[in-house]
């Protein structure tokens, strides 16, 4: 009995030792970026027509987050470009996979939206050099792998400002007669997209907006910030030069919060990120004001500064942990896509051979022709990755789509601390809502931008929900 009891205390005893004396887990960050600048004379996509790219005004970059908190490893990406396709990122994440081990789920991937810079997939008439693709892959695992090797102890903490007089919904209803033909054909739109400054027949916006910026930031133990991860629900700003590759407003944003928050120029350099939220229907025109007329890129800088000045004022107040538990978790979900008819197919090449200047489409009509010819081409279905990571009580719902953002407010409300990164891992095109399917706009034009089933935003958001209930909320 005696010699039982002691054998029951040695095998306890280690385990409680075990808890009382275990190392508290060291909470790592690490950042670095990577310079994926397109060459000159490359392709720029964004538009309906193709871009020749002339000069670089600022450089598109690779920026990159690594964090580890002991047990779990996850790599934040953000690539300065229009929408990045899915083979692009699934190379870079087998080769991160093969030098680091981090696996593809542990690993968030999103384009920022810049709509000027070197094309890395094919949209409208702009098409992507494939040796470009390769080098791009490289240079994501590259840059990911440095920001591995710069782990260091950190401090981390998160926060959340808002910037609402930048954020328009840009779909609005109109008065009598101010809805044009769509390209494809009929009038059943009941919005319009974009339908210009000081247009009299706007009538008001079709959705909300959501104004908020959410961030995460590290830092050293002596205060010198690591490396900050923001997100603004908002598609881009523009207004560049013409010809200039830059990374609009999300370079400009990287650029000064470090002025904001004193990041110094040591190395490893500071990294300022912000992610694109759900920002499907969200632009930067003020429609119903007078907005101002500014020089090249006087637009994109008030725009980051703004944004860079709410985050420096939320970043002064930071309550700094020590430790941060990390979580990812990666789905598939298989959606339809809305496929032409056979008829749709042969007008569409008889609207196609109606250019003057084949095989560049010139309208509208001829160019949403040639959509629907290669959309024909595409297979019934596709695979589409959603990922929810988990740093504290951060969590971000990456989706390989261009969010609108009542979805993006739906998850805050059920979900709080839930930020929607959008084109992230993958690009399937626009993800209006059926209600916003039902209103028509551009955003539900049928081309290789905007071709899921209608009921793809219903199908992605009940995974997403499961995935976010598993990961625990309001845990941190
Ligand atoms: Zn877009």
């Keep these: 009995m005696k010699s039982l009891r002691r054998l029951c205390l040695i095998l306890l005893l280690p385990l409680t030792l075990h808890a009382d004396d275990a190392p508290k887990p060291v909470f790592l960050a690490g950042a670095a970026t990577g310079d994926v600048t397109a060459p000159l004379g490359s392709s720029m996509n964004g538009g309906f027509q193709d871009r020749e790219a002339t000069h670089v005004h600022d450089p598109q970059l690779v920026r990159c987050l690594a964090l580890d908190d002991g047990s779990s490893r996850i790599a934040l990406v953000l690539v300065d470009s229009c929408v990045i396709g899915r083979d692009i990122f699934d190379e870079a994440k087998a080769m991160i996979e093969k030098t680091t081990g981090l696996p593809a789920s542990h690993l968030l991937m999103s384009a920022t939206h810049s709509h000027s810079c070197g094309t890395m997939q094919a949209v409208g008439q702009s098409d992507s050099d494939p040796l470009y693709q390769r080098f791009v892959a490289r240079r994501i695992a590259d840059t990911v792998r440095c920001a591995t090797q710069n782990l260091e102890p950190a401090q981390v903490a998160w926060g959340v400002g808002s910037v609402p007089q930048h954020v328009f919904n840009r779909r609005y209803e109109m008065k009598e007669g101010g809805i044009p033909q769509t390209p494809l054909g009929g009038t059943t739109d009941r919005v319009r997209t974009n339908p210009g400054v000081g247009n009299p027949l706007v009538e008001r916006p079709a959705g909300p907006t959501d104004p908020e910026v959410p961030f995460l930031a590290v830092r050293r133990a002596d205060g010198s910030p690591i490396a900050l991860y923001a997100n603004y629900a908002l598609h881009y700003v523009g207004g560049n030069g013409p010809g200039h590759i830059s990374a609009d407003y999300f370079g400009s944003f990287a650029r000064q919060i470090a002025d904001r928050i004193g990041?110094?120029?040591?190395?490893?350099?500071?990294?300022?990120?912000?992610?694109?939220?759900?920002?499907?229907?969200?632009?930067?025109?003020?429609?119903?004001?007078?907005?101002?007329?500014?020089?090249?890129?006087?637009?994109?800088?008030?725009?980051?500064?703004?944004?860079?000045?709410?985050?420096?004022?939320?970043?002064?107040?930071?309550?700094?942990?020590?430790?941060?538990?990390?979580?990812?978790?990666?789905?598939?979900?298989?959606?339809?896509?809305?496929?032409?008819?056979?008829?749709?197919?042969?007008?569409?090449?008889?609207?196609?051979?109606?250019?003057?200047?084949?095989?560049?489409?010139?309208?509208?009509?001829?160019?949403?022709?040639?959509?629907?010819?290669?959309?024909?081409?595409?297979?019934?279905?596709?695979?589409?990755?959603?990922?929810?990571?988990?740093?504290?009580?951060?969590?971000?719902?990456?989706?390989?789509?261009?969010?609108?953002?009542?979805?993006?407010?739906?998850?805050?409300?059920?979900?709080?601390?839930?930020?929607?990164?959008?084109?992230?891992?993958?690009?399937?095109?626009?993800?209006?809502?059926?209600?916003?399917?039902?209103?028509?706009?551009?955003?539900?034009?049928?081309?290789?931008?905007?071709?899921?089933?209608?009921?793809?935003?219903?199908?992605?958001?009940?995974?997403?929900?499961?995935?976010?209930?598993?990961?625990?909320?309001?845990?941190?």
């Design 263 to 476: 990041a110094g120029g040591g190395l490893p350099a500071f990294v300022g990120m912000i992610s694109n939220g759900a920002s499907g229907d969200i632009n930067n025109v003020d429609v119903l004001g007078n907005p101002e007329r500014l020089p090249p890129y006087g637009q994109i800088e008030r725009v980051a500064g703004d944004v860079a000045d709410e985050v420096a004022r939320i970043y002064a107040g930071l309550d700094w942990q020590d430790f941060a538990p990390l979580a990812a978790a990666h789905h598939e979900v298989v959606l339809r896509i809305r496929k032409p008819t056979a008829e749709e197919v042969e007008n569409a090449r008889k609207t196609m051979a109606e250019s003057a200047t084949a095989p560049r489409m010139e309208t509208l009509e001829q160019v949403y022709a040639r959509e629907t010819v290669l959309l024909a081409e595409f297979p019934n279905e596709v695979s589409a990755p959603v990922q929810v990571v988990k740093i504290g009580a951060v969590r971000l719902a990456a989706m390989p789509v261009e969010v609108f953002v009542e979805i993006g407010l739906e998850f805050k409300e059920k979900h709080p601390g839930t930020t929607v990164v959008s084109l992230a891992n993958a690009y399937h095109g626009y993800l209006p809502t059926p209600r916003h399917h039902a209103l028509g706009g551009y955003e539900t034009w049928r081309a290789r931008s905007s071709y899921l089933e209608v009921d793809a935003s219903t199908k992605l958001v009940e995974v997403l929900d499961k995935m976010l209930a598993q990961v625990g909320i309001g845990e941190n």
